[in-house]
């Protein structure tokens, strides 16, 4: 829902509709949503044009392009409003950056990579849609071996200014954030600058501020006492999202997420310090991960939830587009299975393990 909204005010006349209609259709969407996505299309009895865009979409566009008319590939900001330029007026389609499509020789076609663009010239959202998140930063310099953000936005992290997160901040009642580190805003997303991100929450305040909580989340090793101190001055969040992904020193070293254990417990002690509930993200399933590995997260998880933390859980789901795409998922331990299993009962943990 997030792209759509940073999508509609980029194509005037535009609406969100249930199901397909006569005239352009626009999808965005993820892995989760395609088979759905793919048999909605496929069963459209409708004079429409299709165009696909999204994470999934850009990964796999020839699998999409069964289905569709276009893929935009990446971001979509310039693509897309150059695409529906060109469509309308009949034009070469040939020309436009950043697409994949299919041409009379039903061959598929690809027509470049088109440039990443300046966050400041497109708004994050639609300013009728009062229910969003600001975009504050995109792209990620860790490879995690799992994860699409990279592959879609590149390793350069671009952030939104302060002056145009302030002036889309007036329309959000609760203001919060979208970015793959909230902590790393205005830095290069491996050593922070703490003053930017008080020049942020100042510039915000007295908002209703929400950072470094759920829909962002942090990495564990940007956690430090000055940033908590800050949050706890301008923001209203109690909580506190933390990517660990694994309780396992190896794990973390073959999905190269270029953080320790450690890192996590530390960051998980701060937040605690600070009056914070942290609320740790980990990932069962991954390629590779034996039992002894998902025991050593147990063993983390366990001990976040004594001392008050929450945990977020996923099974390993292999994504188009990333260096696990291929992987089979882990099985998961019985025993693990068992103790997440009455930690939810107990309302410690939430999400899908298994």
Same mark, same amino acid.
């Given at each position: 829902?997030?792209?759509?909204?940073?999508? *509609?005010?980029?194509?005037?006349?535009?609406?969100?509709?249930?199901?397909?209609?006569?005239?352009?259709?626009?999808?965005?969407?993820?892995?989760?949503?395609?088979?759905?996505?793919?048999?909605?299309?496929?069963? =459209?009895?409708?004079?429409?044009?299709?165009?696909?865009?999204?994470?999934?979409?850009?990964?796999?566009? /020839? /699998?999409?392009?069964?289905?569709?008319?276009?893929? *935009?590939?990446?971001?979509?900001?310039?693509?897309?409003?150059?695409?529906?330029? *060109?469509?309308?007026?009949?034009?070469?389609?040939?020309?436009?950056?950043?697409?994949?499509? @299919?041409?009379? =020789?039903?061959?598929?076609?690809?027509?470049?990579?088109?440039?990443?663009?300046?966050?400041?010239?497109?708004?994050?959202?639609?300013?009728?849609?009062?229910?969003?998140?600001?975009?504050?930063?995109?792209?990620?310099?860790?490879?995690?071996?799992?994860?699409?953000?990279?592959?879609?936005?590149?390793?350069?992290?671009?952030?939104?200014?302060?002056?145009?997160?302030?002036?889309?901040? @007036? &329309?959000?009642?609760?203001?919060?954030?979208?970015?793959?580190?909230?902590?790393? &805003?205005?830095?290069?997303?491996?050593? !922070?600058?703490?003053?930017?991100?008080?020049?942020?929450?100042?510039?915000?305040?007295?908002?209703?501020?929400?950072?470094?909580?759920?829909?962002?989340?942090?990495?564990?090793?940007?956690?430090?006492?000055?940033?908590?101190?800050?949050?706890?001055? #301008?923001?209203?969040?109690?909580?506190?999202?933390?990517?660990?992904?694994?309780?396992?020193?190896?794990?973390?070293?073959?999905? @190269?997420? @270029? #953080? +320790?254990?450690?890192?996590?417990?530390?960051?998980? /002690?701060?937040?605690?310090?600070?009056?914070? +509930?942290?609320?740790?993200?980990?990932?069962?399933?991954?390629?590779?991960?034996?039992?002894?590995?998902?025991?050593?997260?147990?063993?983390?998880?366990?001990?976040?939830?004594?001392?008050?933390?929450?945990? #977020?859980?996923? &099974?390993?789901?292999?994504? !188009?587009?990333?260096?696990?795409?291929?992987?089979?998922?882990?099985?998961?331990?019985?025993? *693990?299975?068992?103790?997440?299993?009455?930690?939810?009962?107990?309302?410690?943990? +939430?999400?899908?393990?298994?």
């Amino acid at each position: 829902m997030q792209s759509i909204a940073v999508l *509609v005010p980029l194509v005037p006349g535009s609406d969100i509709v249930e199901q397909p209609c006569d005239g352009i259709m626009i999808y965005s969407f993820a892995s989760l949503q395609a088979p759905f996505i793919f048999r909605e299309v496929s069963q =459209a009895r409708t004079g429409s044009i299709f165009i696909a865009g999204g994470p999934h979409p850009s990964a796999r566009p /020839e /699998e999409t392009l069964r289905f569709f008319d276009y893929v *935009v590939i990446g971001e979509g900001e310039e693509t897309l409003p150059e695409l529906l330029d *060109v469509i309308r007026n009949k034009g070469d389609i040939s020309s436009v950056k950043g697409i994949a499509y @299919k041409n009379e =020789a039903n061959n598929i076609v690809f027509t470049g990579k088109r440039n990443q663009i300046d966050l400041d010239k497109y708004p994050p959202f639609d300013c009728r849609i009062m229910h969003n998140t600001i975009e504050i930063t995109r792209g990620c310099p860790f490879s995690c071996a799992y994860c699409q953000t990279p592959q879609l936005f590149g390793h350069l992290l671009r952030h939104r200014s302060i002056d145009e997160i302030s002036k889309y901040a @007036k &329309y959000l009642r609760d203001i919060r954030f979208t970015s793959p580190n909230a902590f790393a &805003y205005g830095s290069d997303g491996i050593h !922070p600058r703490i003053e930017k991100i008080e020049s942020l929450l100042r510039a915000l305040s007295p908002g209703k501020i929400f950072f470094g909580t759920f829909p962002s989340e942090v990495r564990p090793e940007f956690i430090n006492d000055r940033i908590l101190e800050l949050i706890s001055d #301008h923001c209203e969040n109690k909580t506190i999202n933390m990517g660990g992904q694994s309780g396992s020193q190896r794990i973390l070293e073959s999905i @190269k997420r @270029k #953080h +320790t254990v450690e890192d996590i417990i530390l960051g998980a /002690e701060k937040c605690i310090d600070h009056g914070f +509930t942290p609320v740790v993200d980990f990932i069962f399933g991954l390629p590779g991960e034996t039992e002894e590995d998902q025991l050593e997260t147990l063993k983390l998880i366990k001990w976040l939830t004594g001392k008050g933390g929450n945990v #977020h859980s996923h &099974y390993f789901m292999p994504l !188009p587009g990333t260096p696990y795409e291929n992987d089979v998922p882990a099985p998961l331990s019985r025993q *693990v299975g068992k103790v997440m299993g009455e930690l939810a009962l107990l309302g410690r943990t +939430t999400g899908v393990w298994s």
